[in-house]
């Protein structure tokens, strides 16, 4: 049982949902506001609908057949595999989010081809117990990979909203059917999907750590160092092509700025002491961080362009690991200028820095939603050290995992899903949890390497 | 608190090198800044005018006391978050001052901040450069120069003892005098 505070649980709010979904059968027990835009975003069809606004989740059975694959001229192809390979990749996104779940494909009653020849029966889906089928077909065109899909309602036996069609380079072929996933999420939460995302981590083999790159459903994974030096902390500029990130390659820890379409790597500033903590503002020109040569650890702000420094906190205490609001407007941080490790919120602009935790002896590694509404964080206590959610006014606090040493907090893009780090013993996995506090889920770094320190990209287009 | 706490042990310490065989510069300069201090202690260091050029010499009438020709491990531990220099760990920094002013006036030096395994990785790299940092203000008080010493901050990143118990953890948190 996940821990899940009480406590911190709102009824649903004014928003006023949808109509009463009588096809929906879904046993939501627990009403949790935690979607915006969600409700009422004016689509016509009202059909069947998972409300990610209650916390439970029970999924959604969906049925996603093969797609087929199609000749240049358009004739369905049966010995390609790709249609296959796209179908297994949107059914383990969608199966992963904890939102759905997917129908076995020995269970389906109708084949691919007359799906996507003649449209559903939407009898034999009903029978199945499937409320929404998909149906698409994938070609080659040159270089690229085509996919075009449909979703059906099969309740109301209607499509939900139009067809779509969606192309890549065929290496990028996953990213078409993360596409197709990300889509079919939207129109079934009515939330963004995050399924076209990627995850930097640290990854360590033996004594060696090397920043890492990999899709966010453990695919492609790519390192970006050679391992000769110490990195930590990597962190993903809000358009998804730098990272910033930690290295001890000139004997003492100092910021680097990769440029991942390059693979150049350069030093942020060489200040004396302690460089760390880098956070990139929402907008993309600033840095925020910690430099200790003012005889402490302090926060700064740096504009990327000018190399201006602007020092944040003045305190003898430690202030470290800043994250910005989503607006740019604000910061929170910890401190322990109280005495312990804990949250503070200051405007960017500078002045003082507001307390917004006091439950428990140790909160830190804040990282802001990119929603805005909630802030994640490593809260202490009991000799453990667990991942919680508050609001930015230290409200509501809600712990979610329940293990001995889970640390460095980061949100999907879509503000849904926290990705951190568990270390069990000696060993550090990375794991995925649903804001209720749900759907708790290794996500692997592969064989025997550990991976630490996730850092959750915005979407990739 | 913890800044007061701090130099109270480094007043203590200041006129200890002229009991215990120091550079004869630092420690000249080390005594007369004793003069006045508050702590206790200072009224016996008073009485600690040995030579200085007797590097042999087997302890000091202050508060530490070592002998200058055997080395001391060169490695000092702290409490549960904290950078504050205790008496244990005073002691044997004090040694190193000694030793490494007799033995190695001319080396580059590095005190690594440690901390153990728990709390947050950034936190945990903050309080290993406190130590540092407190390391270095210390021997800086006890004649060394500033300029020899660099401190680095591993936070919990190079534990010492690989366990996950008190015993490990207070091996843990620890700084430590790298000579080059």
């Known amino acids: 049982m996940k821990m899940v505070l009480m406590t911190c649980l709102r009824p649903v709010g004014s928003a006023g949902g949808p109509p009463v979904r009588a096809m929906l059968r879904l046993h939501l027990w627990l009403a949790l506001l935690v979607g915006i835009g969600l409700l009422g975003n004016g689509s016509a069809w009202a059909g069947v609908r998972i409300d990610i606004t209650k916390g439970g989740l029970s999924p959604l059975p969906i049925a996603i057949p093969a797609f087929v ?119 079934l939460t009515g939330e963004t999907g995050y399924f076209t995302s990627r995850i930097a981590y640290v990854t360590q083999k033996g004594e060696n750590k090397k920043i890492a790159m990999m899709d966010q459903d453990g695919a492609n994974r790519i390192e970006l160092t050679q391992g000769n030096n110490l990195v930590l902390t990597p962190r993903f500029s809000p358009n998804g092509d730098h990272l910033f990130y930690m290295s001890y ?85 910890n401190s322990d200028r109280a005495g312990s490790p804990q949250l503070y919120v200051m405007s960017a602009a500078g002045g003082e820095p507001k307390r917004i935790t006091f439950e428990g002896t140790y909160n830190a590694a804040p990282s802001w939603s990119p929603r805005g509404d909630l802030i994640a964080f490593v809260h202490g206590g009991g000799g453990r050290f667990r991942i919680a959610v508050a609001t930015p006014e230290g409200k509501n606090m809600r712990v979610l995992t329940d293990s001995w040493m889970d640390e460095s907090p ?20 990375l794991y995925s949890i649903d804001l209720t506090g749900y759907n708790e889920r290794l996500v692997s770094v592969g064989g025997d390497s550990d991976g630490s320190d996730p850092s959750w990209s915005p979407l990739i287009r | 608190m913890k800044r007061f706490g701090w130099l109270a042990v480094v007043l203590l310490s200041l006129g200890l090198l002229s009991g215990c065989g120091s550079t004869p510069k630092g420690g000249a300069d080390d005594q007369a800044g004793a003069d006045g201090s508050g702590g206790r202690g200072v009224g016996r260091l008073g009485g600690s005018s040995s030579s200085l050029d007797d590097p042999s010499r087997r302890g000091g009438a202050g508060a530490y006391r070592y002998d200058v020709n055997v080395e001391p491990e060169h490695r000092v531990y702290f409490d549960y978050n904290s950078a504050l220099i205790n008496d244990k760990s005073a002691q044997v920094l004090a040694h190193n001052a000694g030793w490494i002013l007799a033995h190695r006036p001319k080396v580059q030096i590095t005190i690594e901040g440690h901390c153990d395994e728990r709390g947050t990785r950034e936190f945990n790299l903050a309080l290993g450069q406190q130590r540092a940092d407190a390391v270095v203000r210390f021997l800086v008080g006890q004649g060394m120069e500033a300029g020899r010493l660099k401190a680095v901050s591993y936070g919990k990143e190079r534990p010492l003892v690989p366990s996950h118990d008190d015993s490990a953890w207070s091996k843990n948190r620890r700084g430590e005098i790298v000579l080059r």
């Open chain 1, 69 to 187: 694959n199609l000749s240049g001229a358009g004739q369905i192809q049966e010995s390609g595999v790709m249609g296959s390979q796209i179908s297994e990749v949107i059914t383990a996104d969608l199966e992963r989010s904890g939102l759905f779940r997917p129908i076995s494909r020995s269970a389906f009653l109708q084949m691919p081809d007359t799906l996507w020849r003649t449209g559903p029966q939407f009898r034999e889906w009903r029978l199945i117990g499937a409320e929404a089928v998909t149906s698409g077909a994938v070609r080659q065109e040159g270089d690229q990979v085509v996919v075009d899909f449909f979703l059906y309602d099969v309740f109301q036996g209607t499509l939900i909203g139009k067809g779509k069609r969606f192309s890549a380079s065929s290496r990028n072929w996953r990213h078409v059917a993360h596409r197709v996933a990300d889509e079919i999420y939207t129109r």
């Open chain 1, 249 to 333: 390659e000139t004997g003492a820890p100092r910021i680097f700025r990769l440029d991942l379409l390059n693979g150049s790597s350069h030093l942020q500033g060489d200040y004396p002491g302690l460089n760390s903590a880098p956070s990139w503002s929402p907008d993309g020109s600033r840095m925020a961080f910690t430099l200790s040569m003012d005889g402490n650890p302090e926060i700064y702000v740096k504009t990327l362009s000018s190399g201006h420094l602007t020092r944040m906190t003045n305190h003898t205490a430690i202030d470290t690991s800043p994250s910005w609001s989503p607006d740019g407007q604000k910061l929170v941080f």
């Open chain 1, 410 to 429: 980061t949100w999907s893009p879509n503000g849904r899903v926290i990705l951190f780090s568990r270390q069990k013993g000696s060993q550090s996995q």
